[in-house]
């Protein structure tokens, strides 16, 4: 069972500022990013993560985010078995659109 963290809660997190703020991960292609991107992510995208992990800190949590929440759980898990503290962004950038910035473009 992977860590499925909800939008608010994860706003919350990067607003409390007596915890460290989670590493936001987008693994979304370019194209995706271009559209709309959770200010502050790191992108990452998912044909780039094998050759590119080196560049997650591991002593951070990490939160990891694709469009609905899909292959971010993927990547979650995986993650997660590589050593890493990995949250998945529950419903991904749809339901941060829906439930934290009603503004924020979507496709």
Do not use: F, K
């Amino acid at each position: 069972m992977i860590s499925q963290l909800e939008p608010a809660a994860v706003a919350a997190w990067q607003a409390d500022a007596t915890r460290a703020a989670p590493v936001l991960v987008d693994v979304r292609e370019d194209w995706e990013r271009e559209i709309c991107a959770i200010p502050g992510s790191q992108a990452l995208p998912l044909r780039e993560l094998q050759q590119r992990i080196g560049e997650l800190p591991q002593e951070r949590e990490l939160v990891i985010v694709c469009h609905t929440g899909q292959r971010s759980a993927m990547v979650t898990h995986w993650l997660s078995q590589q050593g890493y503290r990995a949250h998945n962004l529950a419903g991904g950038v749809e339901a941060w659109a829906q439930t934290v910035d009603p503004a924020m473009r979507r496709y």
